[in-house]
């Protein structure tokens, strides 16, 4: 009687067990899959940037040699940090934007508020170029250091 009382019990566990996993995969199915369907074609568009960027860093090394690389892949390095640095501060700027957008404000005021924005950005901007870049590539890669005035062309024709 022990061992049928057990046996039953047993199996129910393993059936409350089966229920839950089933329930659990049922739950990722319904919060995974709409987001499948949105990241993956941003996925898609981050592996052709993947592989160019690979070919272009194996072409400039295969027939430039390693300084061009090195020249190159620091002012890659700096025109994302200065195209980073302006995004956030936009970032802070565009739900006022918006807001004054929806309320009516003209366009002047509009302008008003990028000009700000973008004197905001130049000013984060340009410390972290005209001091704190050559001081990290003088001290982490020091074999570049003369590329720096090449590196501040390089960010102000970005701007």
């Known amino acids: 009687m022990n061992r049928v009382v057990t046996a039953a019990h047993g199996r129910n ?5 089966v229920r839950l996993r089933q329930a659990a995969l049922d739950m990722l199915v ?12 941003i996925m898609l568009v981050g592996v052709p940037y993947t592989i160019l960027t ?3 860093r194996s072409v400039i090394a295969g027939y430039l040699g390693d300084d061009p690389l090195g020249h190159s892949s620091l002012a890659i390095w700096a025109l994302a940090a200065v195209g980073l640095l302006p995004l956030v501060i936009s970032r802070q700027f565009y739900p006022r934007m918006a807001h004054k957008w929806a309320t009516g404000a003209s366009l002047v005021t509009l302008d008003s508020l990028g000009t700000k924005q973008r004197w905001y950005a130049l000013a984060v901007v340009l410390p972290a170029v005209a001091v704190l870049a050559p001081m990290r590539v003088h001290t982490f890669l020091p074999t570049y250091t003369l590329a ?10 970005r701007w």
């Open 148 to 157: 720096t005035p090449r590196l501040w062309k390089a960010c102000w024709c």
């Open 13 to 17: 566990e393993s059936d409350l067990a």
């Open 30 to 41: 319904l919060v995974f899959k709409p987001l499948v369907f949105v990241a993956f074609p």
């Open 54 to 56: 690979a070919v272009d």
